[in-house]
């Protein structure tokens, strides 16, 4: 990144030193308020929000488009998600709108990649020019009119291919294409309600590990929540007893964390 990209990065960054998060409380009652017309109210909802906008948009940072355009991209997408946000969904407005933003920082470093990188070579020169003249949709051809070989070909096709329009766009009087799309994909009010519920399994899961003792979270963890468990075996040798007595501390453990998991539940009915 260019040393005036830097300085401008920290000043950016420098300027939402001060930015405090908000808790649910509060940033209910602002987007309420919002609602009934108080821009302020929206202004201190969505910049409260900012600072998670820049760290999403790190994600993006190796994709060769200027950090400072990916958050701007970002930042539309943040306030599209604020104009959306239906206070009768229990999520918070961070997690709603990580679904808008990522869609237009996605939607801007892909057209950006385009762009930018394709046609940089002599290869994908003459592939361009192929494609346009004739419309070629098998990959082995391509490859034989530019020189290229048939995994770039395959790869480069698609992108050939693609249609340019915008999402935007409103070719009729029917509305843009992006409130067309068909929903094959969870809605973005469906994605911040599973996140939402993740949330509280996880809140609830640690509850219930800080109910057992020692052993048994370390059985618990090493058998029931790693990628790569461990045996019986190893966990009694580990412990110094029997794989048959790990076995017995495992099942109280289930017990316990099932009925702790049941308590909460409970609770939050």
Same mark, same amino acid.
Request: glycine share 6%; with cysteine; hydrophobic share 40%.
């Given at each position: ?93 961070a997690t709603y709108a990580a679904y808008w933003i990522r ?83 969870? $809605?973005? #009010?469906?994605?911040?309600?599973? &996140? +939402? ?6 809140? /609830?899961?640690? @509850?219930? %590990? *800080? ?30 007893? $029997?794989? #048959?007595?790990?076995?017995?501390? &495992? +099942? ?6 099932? /009925?702790?998991? @049941?308590? %909460? *539940?409970?609770?939050?009915?």
């Amino acid at each position: 990144m260019p040393a005036e990209d830097s300085h401008a990065m920290r000043a950016y960054r420098h300027s939402l030193a001060d930015v405090v998060s908000l808790d649910r409380e509060a940033e209910r009652e602002l987007a309420r308020r919002w609602r009934a017309g108080d821009r302020r109210a929206g202004e201190k909802l969505v910049t409260a929000c900012l600072p998670f906008v820049i760290s999403i948009a790190l994600e993006y940072r190796r994709w060769g488009v200027p950090l400072e355009d990916v958050i701007q991209q970002g930042n539309l997408g943040l306030l599209r998600a604020a104009a959306k946000f239906d206070l009768d969904k229990d999520c918070r407005l961070a997690t709603y709108a990580a679904y808008w933003i990522r869609a237009e920082i996605r939607d801007y470093v892909v057209r950006g990649y385009r762009v930018v990188r394709l046609g940089t070579t002599k290869a994908e020169r003459r592939a361009l020019r192929f494609y346009r003249k004739t419309r070629e949709a098998d990959p082995a051809a391509l490859a034989a009119a530019s020189g290229m070989t048939a995994e770039k070909a395959e790869w480069l096709l698609p992108l050939l291919s693609a249609r340019e329009a915008s999402l935007e766009a409103r070719p009729d009087d029917q509305g843009a294409l992006v409130d067309r799309l068909a929903g094959a994909l969870p $809605s973005p #009010e469906e994605n911040a309600s599973s &996140e +939402e519920q993740r949330g509280r399994a996880r809140v /609830a899961v640690g @509850e219930a %590990l *800080r109910e057992l003792d020692e052993r048994e979270q370390l059985i618990v963890r090493e058998r029931l929540m790693s990628d790569d468990p461990r045996t019986l075996q190893e966990l009694g040798m580990k412990l110094g007893v $029997s794989k #048959e007595r790990v076995r017995q501390l &495992e +099942e109280r453990a289930c017990d316990k964390l099932r /009925a702790k998991l @049941e308590e %909460l *539940r409970d609770v939050a009915a």
